[in-house]
């Protein structure tokens, strides 16, 4: 860890760095230095000693996790490896895999995005020898999405 790091801090970053205990929002014009102040904190923290698997860092896009995981490293070193940091999806997707056994699936599924979906329903409905008229394949999708998102599973379709 460099040891300097604190001196690379204005007086408001260094407050927002060392507040380590409990929630800090951070509202700064563009360019100010906000991005610097959550990579410090995460490198501070780990100095304290907080497991870098504790440790969640969400971001919007995967360039910025990048450019923050580059950050810290050069900071932390390499505990900066073992944080969690990724997009939403990145992150969630991770934590799906490693507990995929607890939904029933193997960890080695895959996500499929709105085009495969579409795609493969329409392989089935072609397989199945239905009217794509009637059984319209983005109707077909909302229909399913609908069903999930109320917790109907296939068990209760079916049976
Ligand atoms: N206290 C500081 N002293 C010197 N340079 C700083 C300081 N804080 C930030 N910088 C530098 O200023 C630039 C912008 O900082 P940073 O990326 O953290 O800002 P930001 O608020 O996250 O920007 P954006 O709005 O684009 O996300 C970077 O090059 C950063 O290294
Ligand atoms: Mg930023």
Redesign the pocket.
């Known amino acids: 860890m460099k040891s300097n790091y604190l001196e ?3 007086e408001a ?1 260094r407050e927002a760095v060392l507040q380590s205990e409990g929630p800090v929002m951070i509202i ?1 014009g ?7 102040v959550l990579t410090y904190r995460i490198a501070h923290l780990l100095e304290k000693g907080i497991d870098a698997f504790h440790i969640l860092s969400l971001t919007f896009t995967n360039k910025a996790a990048r450019e923050m995981r580059d950050r810290i490293e050069r900071i932390a070193g390499n505990e900066a490896k073992n944080l969690w940091m990724g997009t939403f999806h990145a992150v969630f997707a991770k934590v799906l895999r490693i507990e995929s056994e607890k939904l029933g699936f193997p960890s080695n599924f895959t996500i499929y995005d709105t085009d495969d979906s579409k795609s493969l329903l329409k392989d089935i409905i072609r397989e199945q020898g239905l009217d794509d008229k009637i059984y319209k394949p983005d109707v077909v999708l909302n229909r399913i999405s609908a069903a999930k998102n109320n917790f109907v599973f296939l068990e209760r379709v079916s049976g």
């Open positions: 690379q801090l204005n970053q700064a563009a360019g100010s230095g906000k991005t610097r």
